[in-house]
């Protein structure tokens, strides 16, 4: 009888140090989630859908990335925003305006501003504060959770200027690819919440191609579309110049 129970302790720890060890790192499942859409560096080409309850428009635009920290993005329609530029490197954000042949600095008070009259914000665009290095997070367990669900809490590092009290992130646990992040206030209300959608396949990289962004305090939503992609790619440092910025 001892010798039944000495090994039926034996499977029960088996049992649970198997289950530990499946456990998924949430800083490695965030760390996936970060770098999804930019890796070393990346080439996009992309269009967005701003819908407000009284216009609606498309910009089409293309952008580059280097790592975390360099960002730029160039619109090529339509013929009225065209030329329009934004240029990041660091925590240094410039927006180039070519009707005016002006380049104006973008401060730290106005990285959550709206980019070009959408739902997302300046930092959106261009990743000034990512969850990887700005944010501590661990793995959730909402009430209305799906098993086929990872659910992480990321609350943002004490000191970091960052307008909202957490955000939770649902990702699929086979891949972890996103398909839910949930942005709320200081004071626990929900924002806005973005959707990923269509997951498609560019440059041997399963992504969602379609990102939709819909605040919860107004009618209205914006969708990014990715038209193609490229990861890991050579891209110039002269590209994440004013110069260049200037150029069109």
Known sequence: MRKYFLVQGTFLLLAVSSLIAAE?????VVRKVDELYRSQSSYAEMEMEISTPHWERTLRMKAWT????????????????????TLRVGNEMWNYLPNTNKVIKIP?????????????TNNDLVSEFTLLEDYNFELARPDTARDDLLYIEAIPKEGKPIVWGKQIIQVRK????PVRQEYYSEDG????????RDITRFDERRI????????????????????DAEFNIEVQDEIFSLRNLRSG
């Open 66 to 85: 280097q790592g975390t920290d360099r960002t730029f993005i160039r619109i090529t329609a339509p013929a009225k925003e065209k030329g329009v530029a």
């Open 24 to 28: 998924p790192d949430a800083r490695e």
């Open 108 to 120: 730290p008070s106005m990285m959550m501003n709206s980019w070009m009259g959408s739902d997302f």
């Open 208 to 227: 969602p191609a379609e990102m939709v962004m819909l605040p919860q305090d107004e009618e209205g939503r914006t969708v990014i579309r990715y038209l």
């Open 189 to 196: 209300e929900l924002m806005r919440v973005l959707l990923y």
């Open 174 to 177: 086979q891949d972890y690819i």
